[in-house]
C-alpha cells in the first residue's frame, strides 16, 4: 500500500497491508507515525503544509517500499499527507512486517530516512514569527520570511 492523501492518515490500514503480507509469519510489525511538532529551530510552530508532485512522489515511495523487499525480503507499507497540519497531527507513516523485530526495526528506519530524503514532498514550517520551506534543517538555519506574507 503507498498513498498520498490529503485527509488524516490511514495508520490502521497501512499497518495492516504491511502485516497482511507476511500472513501469520508476522512476529513484529514495525509501524512509524511522524507528527507534527510544536517547535523547529528554537521557533514555534503554528502549522506545516506539505505539498507535492503525487505521481513522481507515489513512484519513489513505490521504489523504497520494492527497496526493503529487495534488501530485506519483507513487505513495507508507505503513506503521506499533504495540505496544511496542525501540531500532533500524523504527517507520515511507515510500516514493515517482519518474522522478527529486528529485521522491521531496521528496514523500517532504513525506509523513513529514504522517504525524507528521496520523495519529492515539500514542506512548509509556519511559525509565529515567520514561514519557511524545509529543505535540509540540519543544513542551515532557516530563512524567515513575515508572516503577514502569507
Known sequence: MITIVETELPIEAVTRAAASSLGGAAGGLVTFVGTVRDN???RTIEYLEYSAYKPMAEAEMRRIADEVRTRWG???AISHRLGRLRIGEASIVVAVAAPHRKEA???CHWAV?????RVPIWKKEVATDGYWWVEDPLA???RVAQASSL
Open 140 to 142: 542551515a538555519p532557516p
Open 105 to 107: 526495526f531496521d528496514a
Open 74 to 76: 519483507l513487505p513495507c
Open 40 to 42: 523547529s529551530q528554537g
Open 113 to 117: 530516512d529514504e522517504v525524507k530524503a
